[in-house]
């Protein structure tokens, strides 16, 4: 067999998507990165949580949604972050944010993993 017939075979969807030239294309808006930030004497971690990391300590899209109300509220996001924050909650979901994050998890799993 043909390495095109095994990848027809093995991937037909993708297969039938690039011989169409009508491949499908998905924004991401859940991934981000976080830089690590070091105290003066550059040997421990300081970690301020942000919207993002609330979000994905919810069980619930309205728990999130109150998360996003309160941090628009202090002044913590703006109205338009809020916007857009809602916007991915309604139409990706909860964990487009990432996994559940538990309670502890810091102090079970660090500040730089996730």
Do not use: W
Not at 98 to 104: F, I, L, V
């Amino acid at each position: 067999m043909s390495e095109d017939g095994e990848f027809r075979e093995v991937f037909p969807a993708l297969s039938k998507e690039l011989e169409e030239e009508s491949t499908q294309t998905f924004k991401i808006d859940g991934v981000r990165t976080m830089a690590e930030e070091t105290d003066s004497t550059g040997d421990s971690k300081t970690f301020t949580p942000d919207v993002v990391d609330y979000i994905r300590r919810c069980d619930t899209v309205t728990q999130a949604l109150e998360i996003v109300e309160f941090l628009m509220k202090q002044n913590e996001i703006s109205p338009a972050q809020a916007r857009e924050i809602k916007g991915q909650l309604k139409s990706d979901g909860l964990r487009s944010f990432g996994s559940k994050k538990e309670k502890d998890h810091y102090l079970h799993h660090g500040i730089g993993e996730e």
